[in-house]
C-alpha cells in the first residue's frame, strides 16, 4: 500500500558531505513521522534522526550538528544532511515513514526503504 525509496549513499572521504533521499508513495493519507536508521555490519540497528509532522526533529548525540534532517510534506518526501562525515557513519542507512493511510487514518503504520550505502573512507 506504502512504497518508500530511499537514495544517495555513496563513497566518500572523511569531512565530506552527502544528502540522502527519502520518497514515500502510495495512499498516504499524512506522515506522521520520517526517520532514518542505520546500520553497520555486527552492530545494531541505530536511530540517527527523526522529524515529526510538525517538525519536531530528535537527533542522535553521534550525529548532532552534523546532520539535519527535513522534510518536504507537498512531496512525501525527507531529506537527511550529512556534513563533516566521519568513517564510523559508513553504514546502510535506511529511510522509514510512519504513515496513516487513507483506509487506516488513525493507526500509523511503519514503512521501509531499501537502504542506501554510505561509505566514508580515505
Known amino acids: 500500500q506504502v512504497q518508500v525509496v530511499d537514495s544517495g549513499g555513496d563513497l566518500v572521504q572523511p569531512g565530506g558531505s552527502l544528502r540522502l533521499s527519502c520518497a514515500a508513495s502510495?495512499?498516504?493519507?499524512?506522515?506522521?513521522?520520517m526517520g532514518w536508521y542505520r546500520q553497520a555490519p555486527g552492530n545494531q540497528r541505530e536511530l540517527v534522526a527523526s522529524i515529526t509532522n510538525d517538525g519536531q526533529t530528535n537527533y542522535s548525540d553521534s550525529v548532532k550538528g552534523r546532520f539535519t534532517i527535513s522534510r518536504d510534506d507537498a512531496k512525501n518526501s525527507g531529506y537527511l544532511q550529512m556534513n563533516s562525515l566521519k568513517p564510523e557513519d559508513t553504514a546502510v542507512y535506511y529511510c522509514h515513514v510512519d504513515v496513516t493511510t487513507i483506509q487506516y487514518m488513525n493507526y500509523p503504520r511503519r514503512y521501509w526503504g531499501q537502504g542506501t550505502q554510505v561509505t566514508v573512507s580515505s
Open positions: 502510495g495512499s498516504i493519507f499524512r506522515v506522521v513521522v
